[in-house]
């Protein structure tokens, strides 16, 4: 069982920054694929981002490519979301999830764990 706790999200104007945090309880992190997802009012979830055990291996939606960044500290339990340049559009409540799996690209259905979430609010 993990649990997953996002943080940092909040209130930015248009072309600004934020990082996200997601931190997970347990030992065994480093055996967890980490995604991002986000979910804007009156739309589906949506990929973001997401990133393989080692870190070696990042995947983007192409939406956020080159102004959204996924890292992770496997020996603080952590994954991140570094969002510069951002966008009205990209308001939304941002979940991280986990999925014990060599696999990175999967889909939301497949994640096994849901934080609660944390809301990004981007003003133009």
């Known amino acids: 069982q993990v649990q997953l706790v996002e943080s940092g999200g909040g209130l930015v104007p248009a072309g600004g920054s934020l990082r996200l945090s997601c931190a997970a309880s347990?030992?065994?992190?480093?055996?967890?694929?980490m995604g991002w997802f986000r979910q804007a009012p009156g739309k589906e979830r949506e990929f973001v981002a997401s990133?393989?055990?080692?870190?070696?291996?990042?995947y983007y939606a192409d939406s956020v490519k080159g102004r959204f960044t996924v890292s992770r500290e496997n020996a603080k339990n952590t994954v991140y979301l570094e969002m510069n340049s951002l966008k009205p559009e990209d308001t939304a409540v941002y979940y991280c999830a986990a999925k014990m799996t060599i696999f990175v690209k999967i889909t939301q259905e497949d994640y096994d764990y849901w934080g609660q979430g944390t809301q990004v609010t981007v003003s133009s």
């Open positions: 347990g030992r065994t992190f480093s055996t967890y694929v």
């Open positions: 990133i393989s055990r080692s870190g070696g291996t990042l």
